[in-house]
């Protein structure tokens, strides 16, 4: 792999190289094969290259962990997340987390912060563990069936039941029924946004099949609020948290901030640990000897071994591709002054695949049993001040579920051949829905 420019290189004006096929062939291969344009770009160009996309316009996308660091450590109100994932806005909510710059993203990152760490999230993994284990008591015996969907409906639950805390039968029944038509949209949908921000104010946009359930889950939601705020008592789920919680003037979250982080938890952290579940086994049920170490560690109540599959899985194979960092000001980057409005794109996919990591293409979570990677180069959940809220939630998330299924069932791969990376939504999931076969223990 080529490295990128020196940081120290005398600073000049323009763009990073990068591909000459016409702007139309460069989006049309980033929103089908991602992974795969990033790689032809990288092989020609090293470790920094500018891509051109229709509605994005310039990205300057990086797989050098010094540069990574730069972005990620660059002043917060020049290398703006909020702005850059602006276009998803009119679905996340104005006062969505992802959104927010400055003050405002500080305010709110402060305010949500507690619930997602430390002993507050140990409280919920016996609850994991139970929605897990009656969701495998349903599985299929002896017939290839798809992972993916059956880690969505446990991450839906956990989101209703641990991070919402649903107290009416009624209100979670519809929900249950609500949610996946909400996150029933592809990645032609998305980029039919991003090429025409203004479509979600037409009727077509508001006749979509997601846009259409939105209106019923907001009012559930809302009700689901008032309820937390009236009988407070007893509640330890996430929400309950955050209707408590006060900022440093004394105000809580607004009803309005409320209902945009929780559909922001919903659509990105769902989403996101699902896929990231998906792809464990995935790998796990390719893998024998790991699938067998693994079982034999729990059996023994370890987890260091856990770990490093989890961690393994989100490296070799990242739920999504990078992040994005807007530029509200030029600045500098490897001996390139960037114009502002630029779009900077930190690869995760790239970095944690790269030379740092021997035989980085190999699932071998051995290597962190090894030591830890360097700086900047495992990056699954971002980095800095924007580092995913969510992240030690989705990790503990995942190793309950990951436990809870082995210890009830034995799997294997439903074909030998492992399944390639495809787009949905924002992230990068398993194209066959990553198929196994289940037997009892």
């Known amino acids: 792999m080529a490295p990128g420019p020196s940081p120290n290189h005398e600073v000049i004006d323009g763009f990073p190289p990068g591909p000459s096929i016409p702007r139309w062939a460069q989006t049309a291969w980033w929103a089908l094969r991602p992974l795969s344009f990033m790689r032809y770009c990288q092989r020609r160009h090293g470790d920094l290259f500018t891509i051109r996309i229709h509605a994005f316009g310039n990205i300057v996308v990086t797989a050098d962990p010094v540069l990574i660091k730069e972005v990620f450590a660059g002043d917060r109100e020049v290398f703006a997340a909020g702005q850059a994932n602006a276009a998803m806005s009119p679905v996340l909510g104005r006062h969505s987390l992802l959104a927010l710059d400055g003050d405002r993203h500080l305010r709110q990152r402060k305010l949500m912060l507690p619930p997602f760490h430390g002993e507050a999230i140990g409280r919920y993994r016996q609850r994991v563990e139970q929605i897990t284990a009656d969701e495998v008591a349903s599985w299929p015996v002896g017939k290839p069936f798809a992972v993916r969907p059956r880690m969505q409906d446990i991450t839906f639950e956990v989101i209703l039941r641990a991070v919402i805390g649903v107290s009416d039968s009624r209100r979670l029944e ?55 705020r009236a009988h407070p008592e007893g509640r330890d789920d996430i929400l309950a948290l955050l209707v408590a919680a006060r900022g440093e003037d004394g105000e809580p979250l607004s009803d309005e901030e409320l209902l945009d982080q929780i559909i922001t938890l919903l659509l990105a952290g769902h989403e996101t640990t699902t896929t990231g579940l998906a792809w464990t086994f995935e790998r796990l049920v390719r893998h024998p000897a790991v699938l067998e170490r693994l079982r034999s560690d729990l059996e023994r109540g370890e987890e260091d071994y856990l770990d490093a599959v989890v961690n393994e899985t989100l490296r070799v194979r990242p739920v999504i591709d990078g992040v994005w960092r807007k530029l509200t000001a030029p600045a500098s980057l490897a001996g390139h002054r960037l114009p502002a409005g ?100």
């Open 174 to 228: 519809r929900l249950r029924e609500l949610l996946p038509k909400l996150l029933d949209f592809s990645v032609f949908d998305m980029w039919f946004v991003w090429l025409f921000p203004k479509i979600l104010n037409t009727p077509i946009g508001r006749g979509h099949k997601s846009m259409r359930v939105r209106p019923e889950v907001d009012r559930l939601l809302y009700e689901e609020i008032a309820a937390h």
């Open 342 to 441: 630029t779009l900077v794109f930190p690869a995760i996919s790239l970095v944690q695949t790269s030379t740092a990591f021997p035989d980085a293409e190999e699932f071998r979570p051995e290597r962190f049993l090894e030591g830890s990677p360097a700086p900047y180069t495992f990056i699954p959940f971002g980095g800095g001040p924007r580092r995913c809220i969510g992240a030690s939630f989705a990790t503990m998330e995942m190793k309950t579920v990951l436990s809870t299924v082995l210890e009830r069932v034995e799997l294997h791969a439903a074909r030998h051949r492992s399944e390639s990376p495809r787009v949905h939504h924002v992230t990068q999931i398993p194209s066959r829905g990553a198929r196994v076969v289940a037997s009892a223990r």
